[in-house]
């Protein structure tokens, strides 16, 4: 299996994004038109649930360092800065 960084990922993030952008755009305003779904018709491969779930933890610890999301031990909930009130 080709080991890739999230470096690589972002550049390709940023290198095909508007066109990729667009395309799913256009895929979606035709499923609406059509009727069609928008579910997931297959599940997922088990390296592609790793990668997701690792991908999520680093998003989560990260805005867990910035600030933006705090956990409370009390209510076992997770705070996100952005939603609080007052």
Same mark, same amino acid.
């Given at each position: 299996? #080709?080991?890739? *960084?999230?470096? %690589?990922?972002?550049?390709?993030?940023?290198?095909?994004? /508007?066109?990729? @952008?667009?395309?799913?755009?256009?895929? #979606?305003?035709? *499923?609406?038109? %059509?009727?069609?779904?928008?579910?997931?018709?297959?599940? /997922?491969?088990? @390296?592609?649930?790793?990668?997701?779930? #690792?991908?999520?933890?680093?998003?989560?610890?990260?805005?867990?360092?910035?600030?933006?999301?705090?956990?409370?031990?009390?209510?076992?909930?997770?705070?996100?800065?952005?939603?609080?009130?007052?």
């Amino acid at each position: 299996m #080709r080991k890739i *960084t999230l470096e %690589e990922i972002n550049k390709r993030v940023q290198t095909k994004g /508007r066109s990729v @952008d667009y395309a799913v755009n256009k895929f #979606r305003s035709k *499923t609406k038109d %059509e009727g069609w779904t928008m579910g997931r018709v297959r599940p /997922r491969d088990s @390296d592609e649930v790793l990668a997701l779930n #690792r991908l999520s933890r680093m998003k989560l610890r990260n805005a867990m360092k910035s600030g933006k999301v705090q956990y409370d031990k009390e209510r076992r909930v997770f705070l996100v800065a952005e939603y609080l009130r007052g």
